[in-house]
């Protein structure tokens, strides 16, 4: 993975933290993606959410897999853990990490086509197990990273840069987390900090499986008939997808919803989205009403965003399974092996 490294001089008055940090103490590597992406704005909500937070970077782990999203721990904490994993079995490696080490924090950055693609299953392991992590969807409907394929979240009718037109309805991440007895959802736009902060900061603190589907535009591959989850949710115009050689410089697209409030924001090739944010009397502890809620703005053309969903819970995967309280690598050999005699009461708990 290419990176460059952000020059180490630094504003001798940046306000700290409680940990006596910068915010400049949670960055990582001058990002490589195209200038505009909603990416990096997604990384530059995470390393805020992590300053004000005060997590300590090297007690936390970043996970990922394949893809542009997959690239983005580059570009934060680069003090942490880190584990840039293969296309799809992100969730897998995050399971494993978090059950020999639990008094970490865990975050796993992914894209549609790496969690609703070749990694759906582990996906929805992930969130049955409830694994206590923070997972990050960078959401845009394309394979960004190979040139502009459909994912798993592109719309019916959409047209390919061939010509054809998407016939497979689409994967909603938020719907499949309700179904799968998520403890906590939220969707959030790449552009909107104030909204997407605080969302990443409840997230880190949940114990258990947090999703955050983020609508994060793709600067580059950007004209997508159809689509409502990369750049456009209506179209007026036809314009096929085509290989860019030179991709014009963008200002990351910025918004700020209010609450309750539809708000239409212009993306990069003109069309728009309509975004709306939950109201301050929505409810978000009853499952079926959000699972009805979301499916009446979707009919409606507009996108929910905000924390959709949160369960109380106690129950993540150690509770569970009735795990150690400590780290393996903090449980004394002889209670980690115990010897033969043992192992022979346990395997005669089987005849």
């Given at each position: 993975?290419?990176?460059?490294?952000?020059?180490?001089?630094?504003?001798?008055?940046?306000?700290?933290?409680?940990?006596?940090?910068?915010?400049?103490?949670?960055?990582?590597?001058?990002?490589?993606?195209?200038?505009?992406?909603?990416?990096?704005?997604?990384?530059?909500?995470?390393?805020?959410?992590?300053?004000?937070?005060?997590?300590?970077?090297?007690?936390?782990?970043?996970?990922?897999?394949?893809?542009?999203?997959?690239?983005?721990?580059?570009?934060?904490?680069?003090?942490?853990?880190?584990?840039?994993?293969?296309?799809?079995?992100?969730?897998?490696?995050?399971?494993?990490?978090?059950?020999?080490?639990?008094?970490?924090?865990?975050?796993?950055?992914?894209?549609?086509?790496?969690?609703l693609s070749i990694g759906l299953g582990q996906f929805c392991h992930a969130i049955r197990r409830n694994v206590?992590?923070?997972?990050?969807?960078?959401?845009?409907?394309?394979?960004?990273?190979?040139?502009?394929?459909?994912?798993?979240?592109?719309?019916?009718?959409?047209?390919?840069?061939?010509?054809?037109?998407?016939?497979?309805?689409?994967?909603?991440?938020?719907?499949?987390?309700?179904?799968?007895?998520?403890?906590?959802?939220?969707?959030?736009?790449?552009?909107?900090?104030?909204?997407?902060?605080?969302?990443?900061?409840?997230?880190?603190?949940?114990?258990?499986?947090?999703?955050?589907?983020?609508?994060?535009?793709?600067?580059?591959?950007?004209?997508?008939?159809?689509?409502?989850?990369?750049?456009?949710?209506?179209?007026?115009?036809?314009?096929?997808?085509?290989?860019?050689?030179?991709?014009?410089?963008?200002?990351?697209?910025?918004?700020?919803?209010?609450?309750?409030?539809?708000?239409?924001?212009?993306?990069?090739?003109?069309?728009?989205?309509?975004?709306?944010?939950?109201?301050?009397?929505?409810?978000?502890?009853?499952?079926?009403?959000?699972?009805?809620?979301?499916?009446?703005?979707?009919?409606?053309?507009?996108?929910?965003?905000?924390?959709?969903?949160?369960?109380?819970?106690?129950?993540?995967?150690?509770?569970?399974?009735?795990?150690?309280?400590?780290?393996?690598?903090?449980?004394?050999?002889?209670?980690?092996?115990?010897?033969?005699?043992?192992?022979?009461?346990?395997?005669?708990?089987?005849?």
């Amino acid at each position: 993975m290419s990176y460059i490294r952000k020059p180490s001089v630094r504003h001798p008055n940046l306000p700290k933290n409680e940990l006596g940090l910068t915010i400049r103490d949670y960055e990582g590597s001058l990002s490589t993606l195209c200038a505009g992406c909603g990416h990096d704005s997604v990384t530059a909500g995470i390393v805020s959410a992590f300053w004000k937070l005060g997590i300590e970077p090297h007690k936390a782990v970043k996970l990922s897999g394949i893809g542009c999203s997959s690239k983005t721990p580059t570009y934060f904490l680069s003090e942490a853990h880190g584990f840039n994993s293969v296309h799809g079995r992100m969730p897998s490696v995050a399971t494993g990490a978090n059950a020999a080490r639990r008094n970490l924090t865990y975050i796993g950055i992914s894209g549609d086509g790496d969690s609703l693609s070749i990694g759906l299953g582990q996906f929805c392991h992930a969130i049955r197990r409830n694994v206590n992590l923070t997972y990050v969807l960078e959401n845009n409907g394309v394979y960004g990273l190979t040139k502009g394929q459909f994912s798993a979240s592109a719309d019916v009718g959409t047209i390919n840069k061939r010509g054809y037109a998407n016939e497979a309805r689409p994967i909603d991440p938020v719907m499949l987390a309700l179904t799968l007895g998520a403890t906590f959802v939220a969707r959030c736009f790449s552009g909107d900090k104030k909204q997407l902060v605080p969302i990443l900061e409840a997230a880190l603190r949940h114990k258990g499986f947090a999703l955050i589907d983020v609508i994060s535009p793709c600067v580059t591959f950007n004209d997508h008939k159809g689509s409502t989850k990369s750049f456009m949710y209506t179209r007026q115009n036809y314009h096929e997808v085509t290989e860019a050689s030179f991709v014009e410089l963008q200002a990351p697209l910025e918004t700020r919803q209010g609450q309750g409030t539809p708000t239409r924001v212009r993306l990069f090739d003109g069309t728009t989205v309509t975004l709306r944010s939950t109201s301050p009397d929505y409810d978000p502890s009853d499952r079926n009403a959000v699972y009805a809620h979301l499916s009446t703005l979707k009919d409606a053309g507009e996108v929910a965003t905000g924390l959709l969903y949160l369960e109380a819970n106690d129950a993540d995967m150690h509770s569970m399974a009735g795990s150690t309280e400590v780290d393996l690598v903090d449980v004394p050999f002889a209670d980690l092996c115990p010897g033969s005699a043992a192992l022979d009461q346990l395997m005669g708990e089987f005849r």
